[in-house]
């Protein structure tokens, strides 16, 4: 074992890990460019106030943060809206309306790692930057349940919420904004007991507070939209908005999002519909994807634009696959060469340079190794096929193709491999 140990927090991929990620990671980014979305990158760190005026300062003590050589507060990016943000009021801003964006990258967060908790992690996110709330709010949540079904992920769980029936019932109860921020934070944690210790010191009285609990509690179809109205004694503008959302995810074949007026997304920035994915198999840390509508340009100084988003926790989605056994392809390499004899190694390159030229995921051996051990190699790496090449088949020019899968053999023309592949495939 090395004295060099990776960072805390960190891991490394092996290839047939890295084979599974870009299959999925592909398959997300179809799905997103099916519904019109464009790709977008941006740097992997920022300037640190960017991510303050976002969160607050308290975002800090959350990020790898540190002053470069020339004496700058750089942080290593914990999330990528702030930034496809930035960026947009930068460089976007006169585009034609709406921007739809979608970006995969990783993410670092100075946390405790646990399993399915890293310090280093990717995100894939999508966002939709001008147009206002319900039909790009309905697009975004199809795009993220369209992307589940990309994948194969069903044992998923979307919960959606708005933040304007807490803000409705904070007005009511005349409560300033730190208590108002202190209570989304424990609505966000489900932590009623904590709540109710709040009341007591924030003078909010028991029926109030009852009130409020039983509304964050509320989950379910659109009944629970009926009985939110029943808790509140009143008809709500976001209850209505809630409504109408469930009756737009229908019309996309979305019909398994749940009403949750518990979802409140922490202290983010969102201001409207908010939602939630969990992946109950994973336990703990089962939250895939956070998302919801806001606007944050005009804080990095651009006109105030209604945005609705999303991000995935990518290695989540990966460790929810796995243990719902959804099944990733495994990538067939198509055919390894094998020179028997040093003469027939001078062939060999010619075979596998066409091959390759043709679009042939062909590999050669480089070891000089005996025909038994390069076939273990190429079996060991999962090729289709070998072609074995010794003095027989220089003399008949032609080539030996054996499945590796069968042990069957034919003899294949050398001027007609690149044909014979290339209709295989
Ligand atoms: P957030 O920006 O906090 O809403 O995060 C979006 C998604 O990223 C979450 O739903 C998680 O799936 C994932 N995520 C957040 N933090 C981590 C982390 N430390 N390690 C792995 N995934 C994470």
């Given at each position: 074992?090395?004295?060099?140990?990776?960072?805390?927090?960190?891991?490394?991929?092996?290839?047939?890990?890295?084979?599974?990620?870009?299959?999925?990671?592909?398959?997300?980014?179809?799905?997103?460019?099916?519904?019109?979305?464009?790709?977008?990158?941006?740097?992997?760190?920022?300037?640190?106030?960017?991510?303050i005026?976002?969160?607050?300062?308290?975002?800090?003590?959350?990020?790898?943060?540190?002053e470069?050589?020339?004496?700058?507060?750089?942080?290593?990016?914990?999330?990528?809206?702030?930034?496809?943000?930035?960026?947009?009021?930068?460089?976007?801003?006169?585009?034609?309306?709406?921007?739809?964006?979608?970006?995969?990258?990783?993410?670092?967060?100075?946390?405790?790692?646990?399993?399915?908790?890293?310090?280093?992690?990717?995100?894939?996110?999508?966002?939709?930057?001008?147009?206002?709330?319900?039909?790009?709010?309905?697009?975004?949540?199809?795009?993220?349940?369209?992307?589940?079904?990309?994948?194969?992920l069903?044992?998923?769980?979307?919960?959606?919420?708005?933040?304007?029936?807490?803000?409705?019932?904070?007005?009511?109860?005349?409560?300033?904004?730190?208590?108002?921020?202190?209570?989304r934070?424990?609505v966000?944690?489900?932590?009623?007991?904590?709540?109710?210790?709040?009341?007591?010191?924030?003078?909010?009285?028991?029926?109030?507070?009852?009130?409020?609990?039983?509304?964050?509690?509320?989950?379910?179809?659109?009944?629970?939209?009926?009985?939110?109205?029943?808790?509140?004694?009143?008809?709500?503008p976001?209850?209505?908005?809630?409504?109408?959302?469930?009756?737009?995810?229908?019309?996309?074949?979305?019909?398994?999002?749940?009403?949750?007026?518990?979802?409140?997304?922490?202290?983010?920035?969102?201001?409207?519909?908010?939602?939630?994915?969990?992946?109950?198999?994973?336990?703990?840390?089962?939250?895939?994807c956070?998302?919801?509508?806001?606007?944050?340009?005009?804080?990095?100084?651009?006109?105030?634009?209604?945005?609705?988003?999303?991000?995935?926790?990518?290695?989540?989605?990966?460790?929810?696959?796995?243990?719902?056994?959804?099944d990733?392809?495994?990538a067939?390499?198509?055919?390894?060469?094998?020179?028997?004899?040093?003469?027939?190694?001078?062939?060999?390159?010619?075979?596998v340079?066409?091959?390759?030229?043709?679009?042939?995921?062909?590999?050669?051996d480089?070891?000089?190794?005996?025909?038994?051990?390069?076939?273990?190699?190429?079996?060991?790496?999962?090729?289709?096929?070998?072609?074995?090449?010794?003095e027989?088949?220089?003399?008949?020019?032609?080539?030996?193709?054996?499945?590796m899968?069968?042990?069957?053999?034919?003899?294949v023309?050398?001027?007609?491999?690149a044909?014979?592949?290339?209709?295989?495939?």
């Amino acid at each position: 074992m090395s004295e060099f140990q990776r960072p805390r927090g960190t891991r490394d991929f092996s290839p047939e890990e890295m084979q599974k990620r870009r299959y999925v990671e592909n398959a997300l980014m179809t799905t997103a460019r099916n519904f019109g979305f464009s790709e977008v990158m941006t740097p992997t760190f920022e300037n640190t106030d960017l991510f303050i005026a976002r969160s607050g300062p308290e975002i800090v003590d959350e990020m790898y943060e540190f002053e470069d050589k020339g004496g700058r507060r750089i942080a290593l990016r914990p999330e990528i809206t702030a930034s496809v943000i930035r960026y947009y009021v930068n460089e976007l801003q006169t585009r034609p309306k709406p921007l739809k964006l979608y970006y995969m990258g990783n993410c670092f967060r100075y946390e405790r790692p646990q399993s399915g908790r890293y310090r280093e992690f990717f995100q894939f996110g999508a966002e939709i930057v001008g147009s206002p709330s319900l039909s790009s709010d309905a697009e975004v949540l199809a795009l993220a349940s369209s992307c589940l079904r990309g994948i194969g992920l069903k044992n998923v769980k979307m919960r959606v919420g708005h933040l304007g029936i807490l803000k409705g019932v904070f007005e009511e109860m005349k409560l300033d904004e730190i208590v108002q921020t202190d209570i989304r934070r424990l609505v966000d944690k489900r932590d009623f007991e904590e709540l109710g210790t709040l009341a007591a010191e924030s003078d909010i009285s028991d029926e109030n507070m009852d009130r409020l609990v039983d509304l964050v509690s509320l989950k379910g179809g659109a009944e629970a939209i009926g009985k939110a109205k029943e808790v509140l004694g009143r008809a709500d503008p976001s209850l209505n908005y809630l409504s109408r959302l469930l009756e737009r995810l229908a019309l996309y074949g979305v019909g398994d999002a749940e009403i949750d007026l518990g979802v409140a997304r922490g202290l983010d920035y969102y201001s409207g519909m908010v939602f939630e994915i969990d992946a109950p198999s994973l336990g703990a840390e089962k939250q895939v994807c956070g998302g919801g509508s806001y606007t944050l340009s005009e804080v990095f100084g651009g006109e105030e634009v209604f945005s609705t988003g999303f991000a995935f926790g990518f290695d989540r989605l990966m460790l929810a696959m796995e243990n719902d056994g959804v099944d990733i392809p495994s990538a067939k390499l198509e055919t390894y060469v094998i020179p028997v004899s040093d003469t027939a190694r001078a062939k060999c390159i010619l075979i596998v340079s066409e091959l390759r030229n043709a679009g042939v995921s062909a590999d050669i051996d480089l070891m000089g190794r005996k025909m038994g051990k390069a076939l273990a190699y190429a079996d060991s790496l999962n090729f289709r096929t070998a072609i074995i090449v010794g003095e027989n088949e220089l003399e008949d020019e032609k080539a030996t193709v054996r499945d590796m899968a069968s042990g069957e053999q034919e003899s294949v023309p050398f001027a007609e491999l690149a044909r014979y592949f290339c209709t295989e495939l």
